[in-house]
């Protein structure tokens, strides 16, 4: 069995990830009976657009956000949604639905063939914008929690939300370093979008 593959029992705990915070999410379902996990989803986030280190992003996936707190949130006002992970400009690590269970991250979307990306895929949120490169401590952590999530699952394809709703969404955006990804992760080429 190849080294990447011994089991880490330790660090999963029903799909729940023992290196993140857990904020729990009621925004999450359950996944159709035999999904193949084999897809991780990178997005890009910050509330408002282009502020960091705030709570609201956290807020916003726990349902808690005010929506009278900012001009912005009045346009996204009742969104009910979520993704597995969130990882802040520092690196620090949030998961608000388990592994195990589908959160709502992708929307409309198709990849590999496949439709409905959130049966069967792990959302990532980078707080970030669309354009803005990400920071040192989030390629890290981004590195070994695909690493970890790979143990876990047949993880075949990463792809960012640009990718699985072109057209539609264009997160992560151009900030982002697919090749930095790759080269941390080594995994073969065809797991990666075609397009960066
Ligand atoms: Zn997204």
Redesign the pocket.
């Known amino acids: 069995m190849p080294d990447h593959l011994a089991e880490p029992a330790s660090l999963w705990d029903q799909g729940w990830y023992a290196r993140a915070l857990r904020l729990d999410s009621p925004n999450f379902g359950p996944r159709p009976a035999g999904a193949c996990i084999d897809l991780i989803v990178i ?1 890009s ?1 910050s509330l408002p657009p282009g502020q960091y280190g705030g709570q609201q992003v956290q807020d916003l996936f726990t349902n808690q956000l005010d929506w009278d707190a900012h001009p912005y949130f009045s346009e996204i006002r009742g969104l009910q949604v979520s993704s597995h992970f969130y990882i802040r400009r520092d690196g620090s690590l949030c998961q608000f639905v388990s592994a195990e269970d589908r959160a709502w ?1 992708a929307g409309a979307s198709e990849y590999r063939g496949r439709p409905q990306c959130n049966d069967d895929s792990i959302g990532i949120e980078l707080e970030g914008l669309e354009g803005d490169v990400f920071e040192d401590a989030q390629y890290e952590q981004l590195s070994r929690l695909c690493l970890d999530l790979h143990r876990l699952y047949p993880i075949a394809h990463v792809a960012g ?1 640009e990718h699985i709703a072109p057209g539609r ?1 264009g ?1 992560p955006g151009k900030g982002f370093d697919w090749q930095r990804l790759k080269a941390t992760l080594q995994l073969p080429d065809q797991c990666f979008p075609v397009c960066f």
Request: aromatic share 0%; net charge neutral; glycine share 0%.
């Open positions: 997005h986030i991250h939300h969404k997160d």
